[in-house]
Every structure is written in C-alpha cells, then in structure tokens.
C-alpha cells in the first residue's frame, strides 16, 4: 500500500524527528511512503482561534495537495481530526466541498492506521521503560481513541505498562489557551505530570506533538526524572 505522510506544522518546524520515525516504522512495516513538500498547515490554529477565512486559504492548499491520495497518516489526533471533522464545515458550500469531505474518510491518525491495517505482532522489539500514556483530548473525544498503542506494546520486550486510574486527563495545551492562559495550563501540566510520577513511570508516551511539546516545557523547567516520547518515536527506537 502507498501511503501519504501528513507532516504537521508542530513536527515540521519543532520536532521533525517524530516523523522521521513514523516514516521509519511504517517503512519497517513494507509501506510504500510518499511526501509531497507542498503541503503546510491543515488550518487548525486559525479555525480553533476564530479564524475561518484565514483557516480556509490554508486548508485548500491542503485539500489540493492530497485529494489523490488513497491513504494519508499523520502522527497529530488533533490535525486528523480537524481534517476529519471539521473540513465540512469549513467548506460548506465551498467549490472543493466534496474533495474535503472525501479527505476525512482517507486521513489516520498514526495509531488508528497500524490498528487497521497492521496485525500487532507484526511489531517487535525492545525497549525498557516503565512507561505511562498520556491521550490528547482530541485524539480521545474526536477520534475516539483508547487503547489502540496496547495491542502493538504488547510485543515490546522490557515494557512494563502502569496504566492511570480516571483516564483521560487534560494536559492544559489545548494550542491557543496554553498561550491566553498559561499560568493555569502550567498548573494542570505539573498536576498531569506528578500523576505518572506517583504511578512510577520514567517514561510517558503521547500520539499528539502539541501535549508532547507542552510536558516536555514543564519537565525542563522542573527538572523532573520523566522521558516523553511520541508513539512513533518509541516504536522506531524498539524495532531498531
């Protein structure tokens, strides 16, 4: 199978080794990879501000980019979901309605596309950790996504899995409100935080680069025992 790589701005510009390493794992896995360097930002800054027109020019870049594609995964739950679910209202009665439209039934977030396409022990390797997951809000209430990382773990030699009680809880990213209200998505960063340091966790694993990015600030800032990884990062580190 040919697949599209959707590269978000977040991994992009910040953390591109998070898609060197989902390029590297689904290579590993016998796909075919295509990257079109046109593509730039799915719109998802711009809507979540209020900013439809704006949001809507860059988003038919993004429609025209990959309306050929047949598959397309990106290693961001909340820029699938933009494109899932909010392309349709963004293009209402718009000229490229129904190119949108049809993207959100071709576009995965990573773990939702090695659910569906890759049998789980297919993927074996090593790592050793004592490893928390951390799921995005938008990967859980837009994509619904719960356990899709603990079938392919499962075949991780030296993984030990502490799961949280009262899962999901918010990071405080949320993109925009990190910035507007930054003392209290600090707070409820340390409070996310100290939860897999309680549970005896070095290592926490997140599929969206914006919670990766805001818990990597406030691990740096406090200096704290705890490594983050993107799913995509850890698989490629295990598998190698």
Known sequence: MRVSLFIPCLVDQVYPEIGLSMARVLER???ELHYDPRQTCCG???FNAGHVSEARSVAENFVEVFREARVIVGPSGSCTAMVRHF???LFARHPLAAAAGDLSRRVYEFSEFL????PADRIRGAFSAKMGFHNSCHSYRELGITDEHVAFLQHIRGLEWIPL???PVCCGFGGLFSFKFAPIAETMA???LDMFLEAGCDTLLSNDPGCIMHLRQEVQARGLPLRILHL???LDRAME
């Open 29 to 31: 896995l016998g796909f």
């Open 44 to 46: 998802q800054p711009a």
């Open 87 to 89: 392309y349709g209202r």
């Open 115 to 118: 659910k569906q396409y890759v």
């Open 165 to 167: 009680p009262g899962e």
């Open 190 to 192: 340390k409070t996310r």
């Open 232 to 234: 995509a990062e850890l």
